[in-house]
């Protein structure tokens, strides 16, 4: 390890902040602590998630020592990062609940055997008020509204509370918890990461340095990719789902994910060929766009998963073929009235839809179909249910019993 690592650990477009103090640390000869802080507030990793996830392994594999930061306590205030507003607050029993569903999908991407994992929970819980006031004596208001999505609430005259200043300031005390080297982040984290460095150079310790990636949008082509905003990807979604919402992805993003998705932890110089190539016209971006479904669903489901996805995808697609394997579900007993089934509160009861106006409105778009053929009544005999496959959109199919 050493300061020729520097060029693979700036791929996939890294910022470090201040730029020459990454080689300074790489000089020191020894493993770096290399911090990522999540907090727990969603169910699933994404694609998005996993860009720095990915980051943090590709430091693993050089030889450094990371430090996973599980948020459990500051995901109860909640990251105002590139909020319009304040986040409801989340219960410690919520949190708890996210944390041990997410900790499993880490270690998809991650060495666990060599991943130091913390709960901020640890030293943030324990704090005094004596602690707290120390803590927010380390920083101003004028410090805080230099972040742009603070200063941008602020002058529309919307409320920030004190909670959401905490933040930056707890996500700074993991960094000397823990005496960080250096902190992974997106590129809306960096103001919290150079907060840490503050901290960390108020309490005599050498700075951390602020390694930031970009942000993945989502499949809508237009916001960051969130479990909030429905554009994600999870990383445990089944092949053909994975495969099926890739296939989706705006073209003018393939090259963008190929290169925050797979190509910068192995080779980042596949990307631009790929651009170019689609930006002349001669790589066709269908084409492309499968290739990059394919290496996305065999990074995370196994080698061939991608092929067979592929298969299943043109089976329904192209071919109008229902797929190999439907899921046969029991229509509840209790939905059942005078012979009939209410179909929204049917999807609902089966997680096929979120909610009965999402599954009226699905009915009423034309996206739902018995048998083959469109459902256009809300209710429906339960003898032309019975036996029937139930499909929800293009790629959701149930056989009900």
């Known amino acids: 390890m050493g300061p020729t690592d520097l060029p693979a650990l700036l791929a996939g477009n890294a910022e470090v902040t201040p730029a020459d103090e990454l080689e300074r640390k790489l000089e020191l000869g020894r493993p770096l602590r290399v911090k990522l802080g999540l907090d727990p507030g969603a169910p699933m990793v994404t694609l998005g998630w996993a860009v720095v996830l990915r980051k943090l392994r590709q430091f693993q594999e050089l030889g450094h020592q990371a430090v996973l930061i599980v948020g459990d306590f500051t995901a109860q205030v ?22 041990d569903a997410l900790l499993d999908q880490f270690w998809i991407v991650l060495d666990r055997e060599r991943t130091e994992v913390r709960y901020n929970s640890e030293w943030l819980e324990p704090m005094d008020m004596e602690a707290i006031l120390g803590l927010t004596s380390s920083s101003t208001v004028a410090r805080m509204l230099e972040r742009d999505d603070f200063a941008k609430r602020y002058a529309q005259g919307k409320p920030i509370s004190i909670m959401e200043f905490l933040y930056p300031l707890f996500q700074a005390k993991d960094s000397v918890a823990v005496r960080a080297d250096v902190e992974l982040g997106g590129r809306d984290q960096t103001f919290n990461l150079l907060v840490g460095r503050d901290l960390q150079r108020a309490e005599g ?23 909030s905003f429905g554009n994600y990807i999870g990383i ?51 084409q492309e766009k499968r290739r990059l479904a394919r290496e996305v669903v065999d990074l995370y489901q196994g080698e061939g998963a991608g092929a067979a996805a592929e298969a299943a995808f043109d089976r329904v697609h192209r071919e109008g073929e229902l797929p190999e394997e439907i899921p046969e579900v029991a229509i509840p007993a209790d939905l059942v009235v005078d012979g009939t089934v209410y179909v929204p509160k049917l999807l609902v009861a089966l997680d096929l839809a979120g909610s009965a106006n999402r599954a009226r409105g699905l009915i009423e778009q034309d996206g739902v179909r018995v048998g083959g053929e469109l459902l256009k009544e809300l209710e429906a005999p339960v003898e032309r249910l019975r036996g029937a496959v139930l499909q929800i959109g293009k790629r959701r199919f149930v056989r009900l019993g």
């Not at 909640?78 to 029993?93: A, H, V």
């Not at 789902?241 to 932890?265: H, N, Q, S, W």
Request: hydrophobic share 30%; charged share 30%; glycine share 8%.
């Open 205 to 227: 310790q050498d700075p951390q340095v602020a390694l930031t990636m970009p942000l993945l949008v989502g499949t809508d082509g237009v916001q960051k990719m969130s479990q």
């Open 236 to 286: 445990t979604e089944s092949p053909d789902e994975m495969f099926g919402k890739l296939a989706r992805v705006p073209d003018e993003l393939i090259a963008e994910y190929r290169l925050l998705t797979l190509d910068f932890f192995g080779d980042p110089s596949q990307t631009e060929p790929v651009a170019k190539g689609l930006k002349d016209g001669t790589l066709d971006p269908w």
């Open 78 to 99: 909640g990251d105002p990062s590139g909020r319009s507003e304040t986040r409801p607050r989340r219960s410690k029993e919520e949190v708890k609940a996210l944390a």
